[in-house]
T-cell receptor, first 115, second 110 residues
């Protein structure tokens, strides 16, 4: 068990550029979450997958954000036409849902800075 | 939608003093979880509470789940500098997604 891995750890980009982040969950975990966190705030839900199915996407999320989880393994989060307000830590978490018992394991996150 | 509120947002204590953070949900929960995030780190799971009125202890940490399964608390006895960080509660209804509170940031004066 190597834990949840996220790449890159840091990303600096110019406004208007597209960025893509990758998350590799713990191998046997069927659920994968993306959260966004800004300084002093709790993790804000973006979207989550159960296996390869995207079950929910936050209504606060604009169409510039898209996520995929092909084959129910790793996931990517893409932000198109980045804006300065997108600057945040993007956290990925995975879990193995057994009944209603779910415990999230977080990755170290990708810190995005939009200049 | 489901909302989880935490108070206080910040708490500063002298080392050795006790600390409590409170969590309230707008809806009845099936379980509540607590996470700790150290400065510069990512949230790490502490505990899960499932039963109405449940109390669990981890050394100096005491976790409670309210009778109505809508509120919870975390109490730390005799804080130590290693307790510094932000404590988040996260509520879940059935198999729906976990919803996090805003967190309580604990700082400690040694």
């Amino acid at each position: 068990d190597t834990g949840v891995s996220q790449n890159p750890r840091h990303k600096i980009t110019k406004r208007g550029q597209n960025v893509t982040f990758r998350c590799d969950p713990i191998s046997e975990h069927n659920r994968l979450y993306w959260y966004r966190q800004t300084l002093g705030q709790g993790p804000e839900f973006l979207t989550y997958f159960q296996n390869e199915a995207q079950l929910e996407k936050s209504r606060l999320l604009s169409d510039r954000f898209s996520a995929e989880r092909p084959k129910g393994s790793f996931s990517t989060l893409e932000i198109q036409r980045t804006e300065q307000g997108d600057s945040a830590m993007y956290l990925c978490a995975s879990s193995s849902l057994m009944g209603f018992d779910e415990k999230l394991f977080f990755g170290s996150g990708t810190q995005l800075s939009v200049l | 939608g489901q909302q989880v509120m935490q108070i206080p947002q910040y708490q500063h204590v002298q080392e050795g003093e006790d600390f409590t953070t409170y969590c309230n949900s707008s809806t009845t929960l099936s379980n509540i979880q607590w996470y700790k995030q150290r400065p510069g780190g990512h949230p790490v799971f502490l505990i899960q509470l499932v039963k109405s009125g449940e109390v669990k202890k981890q050394k100096r940490l005491t976790f409670q789940f309210g009778e109505a399964k809508k509120n919870s608390s975390l109490h730390i006895t005799a804080t130590q500098t290693t307790d510094v960080g932000t404590y988040f509660c996260a509520g879940q209804r059935g198999a729906q997604k976990l919803v996090f509170g805003q967190g309580t940031r604990l700082t400690i004066n040694p």
